[in-house]
C-alpha cells in the first residue's frame, strides 16, 4: 500500500492564509482518488517478448501513481480545490 500523505508534489500553490500543508493534503487526496480511478480502467498485461512475469502487477501501480502525480501537478479535475474547502470547514 502507498501511504499518499507522505507523499510531496513538486510544487503546490500556497495561499495567502492557507497553510501549505494543507495544500498538500488535498492533492494526496486527489491523487489518491485519481490512482484508484486508473486502477479501475484495467491496465491490460502486456503480451510478448517485454510483458507478463512476476512483478508486472506490482509495477501497475507505481506506473499509475506515476500518472495520477503527473494530472493532479498539471491542473487534476479540480477536486483538490473541494477537498480544500472541505479541510477548511468552510
Not at 493534503?25 to 517485454?50: D, H, I, T, Y
Not at 501513481?65 to 474547502?85: P, Q, T
Amino acid at each position: 500500500m502507498n501511504d499518499f500523505a507522505t507523499i510531496r508534489p513538486a510544487t503546490a500553490p500556497v495561499g495567502k492564509h492557507k497553510p501549505p500543508e494543507m495544500h498538500d493534503v488535498a492533492q494526496n487526496l486527489e491523487r489518491a482518488f485519481l490512482a484508484e480511478m486508473l486502477s479501475f480502467m484495467g491496465v491490460k498485461e502486456m503480451s510478448g517478448e517485454f510483458g507478463g512475469g512476476a512483478g508486472e502487477e506490482q509495477f501497475q501501480t507505481f506506473l499509475r501513481d506515476a500518472h495520477a502525480k503527473l494530472i493532479v501537478e498539471k491542473g487534476g479535475l479540480g477536486l483538490s480545490g473541494h477537498f480544500l474547502k472541505n479541510l477548511e470547514g468552510k
